[in-house]
């Protein structure tokens, strides 16, 4: 698993894309071959790998809102985006 | 009839037109091509992918034939694109040029697919059929980087090329390409019939993998590379397509849709069109997307089998075309009672036979209509 650090900063890949998908109403993200279905928290989380966020701001960011450990789900998403290239880490 | 709640597909693949400057004997398209030569016009490939999108498609796949010979290409990406589907291209690459590769860019293409057939000319080009098309193909490959294209590199294997999988990653290493497509040929269409000359032997197999696994640790940040195993030297058969009828759907260049791009191999099923029926009346209530749509279909081995839920029984295409029956467990599953043809078929490739590829090609498909069914196997 790739370690994700609290000063990383995502970007997401520009052959990845999120769209809303009408029929199913659910957002989802698209690249080549593939798809995955986000749910709320996952597509806030990849709404903020914008190049602007370290992952500790985005970690806390959401853990303020839904007042949950949302700490290593985050980590472990962002981790899985990055081995599949679809998010870039930024120093 | 069906046992799984309503499906939408997420998937749709073009299959633009058949026609293509390359003769690969592996190609996936029907052995009998060129008697479909009635391509859609642009309006009705526009009108299936306004269909398709309010059915549920996200991802649209064009390919061919070699689909850059369909002279509204720019036009039919684009369409795609106001529809906000993401859309692949898949290309043999040798009619790219730079105007073309930035009109595609700028239609919105989201991503590119390139073919490769070897490591070096030579092989290259004795495989794909096509003089002088190495070279075009590793240019395309640097027309499509500048014009910053996410760019796959698809390399079909087989016995002829897979002694060479070094050579073919570090050439996709010294092209500069994220992503490595490296798929062991599938054998239904074209494949099964040169299947002697294609089908890899065990050693073959065990050693690529090595290969494969070294290389994806040394590039592991420089270049993705998925590997697509052979089914034939697997214990079960691959999840063909997450079952029939429930992601995918094929709209070929004449307007058959088909629930798997080799389905129209599978004699006795009748196919509509969606020149002539709407892709949802198509999808949800055709007998040829119904009929394997779920578990109810499925014979022993398979009906009590823990696996039918991960495998879905295999592909129906691979089991009509082995046993003469769409409706029987994959014969790839070693529990299935055809099994044993698949073992024949690795012991044979064991021995030497001189190459000579039926080619993909018109005059081959024309001599493949008066060629019986157990011929083809």
């Known amino acids: ?91 | 009839m069906m046992n799984t709640p309503l499906l939408y597909p997420y998937s749709l693949l073009c299959e633009l037109t058949y026609r293509c400057p390359l003769q690969c004997p592996y190609c996936s398209n029907p052995v009998n091509f060129e008697r479909y030569t009635e391509e859609l016009d642009t309006q009705e490939w526009q009108r299936i992918l306004d269909e398709a999108a309010a059915l549920g498609v996200v991802q649209v796949h064009f390919s061919g034939g070699e689909p850059l010979l369909r002279k509204d290409i720019v036009q039919i990406i684009r369409k795609a694109r106001d529809l906000n589907l993401y859309s692949n291209l898949s290309t043999g690459g040798t009619l790219l040029t730079e105007k073309l590769v930035h009109e595609l860019r700028s239609a919105g293409l989201d991503s590119l697919q390139i073919s490769i057939q070897d490591a070096d000319s030579l092989n290259s080009e004795y495989i794909s059929g096509g003089l002088g098309s190495f070279d075009k193909k590793k240019n395309a490959v640097l027309l499509a980087k500048n014009a910053g294209f996410p760019l796959t590199i698809n390399v079909v294997l087989h016995k002829q090329n897979l002694d060479n999988i070094e050579a073919i990653i570090g050439l996709s290493e010294d092209l500069g390409v994220e992503r490595l497509e490296l798929a062991n040929t599938q054998f239904n269409g074209w494949a099964l019939k040169n299947r002697n000359l294609l089908l890899p032997t065990r050693c073959q197999i065990e050693n690529a993998i090595r290969k494969v696994k070294s290389a994806r640790e040394r590039l592991k940040d420089k270049m993705e590379i998925l590997y697509v195993v052979s089914d034939y030297f697997e214990q079960y058969p691959k999840p063909c397509l997450y079952g029939w009828g429930s992601v995918f759907m094929t709209v070929t260049s004449d307007g058959t849709v088909l629930p798997c791009q080799a389905a129209r191999e599978i004699r006795g099923l009748k196919f509509e069109n969606a020149r002539f029926k709407s892709l949802e009346k198509i999808w949800f209530e055709s007998e040829s997307f119904c009929i394997f749509r779920g578990t109810d279909w499925m014979p022993e081995p398979c009906r009590s089998c823990p696996q039918k839920l991960i495998d879905f029984g295999g592909c129906r295409c691979q089991a009509f075309l082995l046993t003469g029956n769409a409706a029987v467990t994959d014969p790839i599953c070693s529990l299935s009672p055809y099994h044993n043809i698949i073992e024949q078929a690795i012991e044979e490739t064991e021995k030497e036979s001189p190459i000579k590829w039926i080619y993909r090609n018109e005059d081959e498909s024309k001599r493949s209509a008066f060629t019986p069914l157990s011929d083809n196997k």
């Open chain 1, 1 to 91: 698993m790739t370690l994700i650090s609290d000063i990383d900063i995502p970007i997401l890949a520009t052959k990845a894309r999120v769209k809303w998908d009408p029929v199913r109403q659910k957002n989802l993200l698209l690249f080549p071959e593939g798809l995955l279905v986000l749910n709320q928290t996952a597509h806030e989380v990849i709404t903020m790998c914008d190049g602007k966020h370290k992952v500790i701001t985005i970690v806390n960011s959401l853990g303020d809102k839904y007042k949950t450990h949302v700490d290593a789900d985050i980590r472990e998403l962002l981790s899985k985006l990055v081995e599949k290239r679809l998010l870039l880490l930024l120093e």
